[in-house]
């Protein structure tokens, strides 16, 4: 025996369906259309160092966070073009915008698709940076620096500074003016000039004086117009000063050859890293001293040598990097190499005359 439910009940079983099925709906469109609060873009960087003035360029590597809208959500590259490619919107250029302004660019972009998209934007691994270095560095030129990354160790999260470049340089010269050093900076409307004086972060440990870098960026190391002996001795224990130079030392000397020596080291320690003057051979009262000048000129002088002097140029000059020290024969040695040079010319000569 069948019962026949009513048609009331029927219908009543019908709805409820009906709006279980709608409530399901609305609420997986709920989450494409979720309402934002007042902040739509946040940013966040990969430590602390990298500060909201950053700009984006060719070979970053972001992460995109759209709130609850996981399919949207991954890490992106910066193309070459300053553009990256996102899910229904194709490229968006991001490059020259700050993070904070690529997550605005990139909420605003998705705004037709979604109701007030919360975007997040993460800088996962910069882009190396591109600095030049002039003036007074052993290694003047551009230099790709390579900045830290989310796997980086604690030592490594530093964004490179003014002195890190110039280690990269191969270090400051002997007359560098560590004082009037300068970054230049391209900004969007003028060049900014930023002055430093590396010589007050090394006596109050002043860090403001060692600012960090920025892709584009200039050092320039003015040449000093007039070196102190005793700043270029404690310039030379300085990070950025290089650890040692090569001073070729030839002549009579006890082991004559190329010698590495700490920077400004005077003539005096060079010739006795060198073993010395030869005591039977070497002419001890003067040497020549040959320089190849930044500017591709080459200078010789002769240098009187007291080994009593303390470091000074005319007498017990600072060496510079592949500086030659020449350091000639006595009178006396002279004269037995000339007389050697004759009894040898005799002594295959003789033999020719006892054959007649």
Not at 17 to 25: D, G, K, Q
Not at 42 to 68: M, Q, V
Not at 86 to 92: A, Q, T
Request: glycine letters at 6%; charged letters at 15%.
């Amino acid at each position: 025996m069948y019962r026949h439910q009513p048609i009331i009940g029927l219908a009543s079983s019908l709805t409820l369906s009906l709006c279980v099925v709608s409530a399901t709906i609305h609420t997986a469109v709920a989450q494409q259309l979720i309402s934002a609060p007042a902040s739509t873009s946040e940013t966040s960087t990969i430590d602390g160092e990298i500060d909201e003035n950053y700009t984006l360029g060719a070979g970053d590597r972001i992460n995109i966070d759209i709130f609850n809208v996981p399919e949207y959500t991954g890490e992106k590259e910066v193309l070459v073009d300053g553009s990256i490619s996102l899910p229904l919107l194709g490229n968006v250029s991001v490059r020259g915008l700050t993070l904070k302004q690529a997550a605005e660019a990139i909420a605003l972009a998705y705004t037709p698709y979604l109701r007030n998209p919360i975007v997040t934007v993460n800088l996962v691994s910069p882009r190396p940076l591109r600095v030049a270095i002039s003036g007074e560095v052993y290694r003047p030129g551009s230099y790709d620096v390579i900045l830290p990354n989310a796997a980086a160790t604690e030592a490594e999260t530093h964004w490179p500074t003014v002195t890190q470049a110039l280690q990269l340089a191969g270090g400051i010269t002997p007359t560098a003016n560590v004082r009037q050093v300068q970054v230049h900076r391209l900004q969007a409307n003028a060049n900014q000039v930023i002055q430093l004086d590396l010589w007050a972060l090394l006596e109050t440990g002043d860090l403001r004086q060692d600012v960090t870098l920025r892709d584009g960026d200039t050092i320039v190391v003015p040449t000093a117009t007039q070196v102190d002996p005793a700043e270029a001795t404690q310039l030379a224990t300085a990070s950025f000063s290089p650890t040692t130079i090569r001073v070729n030392v030839v002549g009579e000397v006890v082991t004559p050859g190329v010698v590495e020596v700490p920077p400004n080291t005077p003539l005096n320690q060079a010739l006795l890293a060198a073993g010395g003057f030869d005591n039977r051979r070497a002419s001890r009262g003067s040497v020549e001293l040959i320089r190849l000048n930044p500017d591709g000129t080459v200078s010789q002088r002769t240098v009187p040598v007291d080994m009593a002097n303390a470091a000074n140029d005319e007498t017990n000059p600072i060496m510079h990097n592949n500086d030659v020290v020449l350091v000639g024969r006595s009178g006396t040695a002279s004269f037995s190499d000339t007389l050697d040079g004759v009894l040898d010319t005799l002594g295959r000569i003789l033999p020719i005359f006892s054959l007649f």
